[in-house]
Nanobody, 124 residues
Framework: QVQLVESGGGLVQAGGSLRLSCAAS????????MGWFRQAPGKERAAVAS????????YYTNSVKDRFTISRDGAKNTMYLQMNNLKPEDTAVYYC?????????????????WGQGTQVTVSS
């Protein structure tokens, strides 16, 4: 059974940092792209960042560029999202997902496997 488990969310003040982790189990995801998405209250789920299977290509939504860094550790079957200089508008439930492709993509329809999400709250 495929399982993705996020951790590392919490409450932080504006300007602070958090590091999210996504641990995958049930199969190896080394050959597949992975991504982070988020859903704020009253809004649709949106892509935050994506990384290809080899970790050499990354994409970010404009609002997090230069603040967030996506990475992955194939040996640990784990993906990370380092979030720096957090802003109140980053408040959302963050989800990790694994794509059906090896190339990075911000298209959520390319992601068949999803975690349950972790809450990130940034206070002003």
């Amino acid at each position: 059974q495929v399982q993705l488990v996020e951790s590392g969310g919490g409450l932080v003040q504006a300007g602070g940092s958090l590091r999210l982790s996504c641990a995958a189990s049930g199969r190896s995801f080394s050959g597949y792209a992975m991504g982070w998405f988020r859903q704020a209250p009253g809004k649709e789920r949106a892509a935050v960042a994506s990384i290809n299977s080899s970790g050499t290509t990354t994409y970010y939504t404009n609002s997090v560029k230069d603040r967030f860094t996506i990475s992955r550790d194939g040996a640990k079957n784990t993906m990370y999202l380092q979030m720096n200089n957090l802003k109140p508008e980053d408040t959302a439930v963050y989800y990790c997902a694994t794509a059906s492709t090896s190339w990075a993509t911000m298209d959520p329809t390319r992601y068949p496997y999803w975690g349950q999400g972790t809450q990130v709250t940034v206070s002003s």
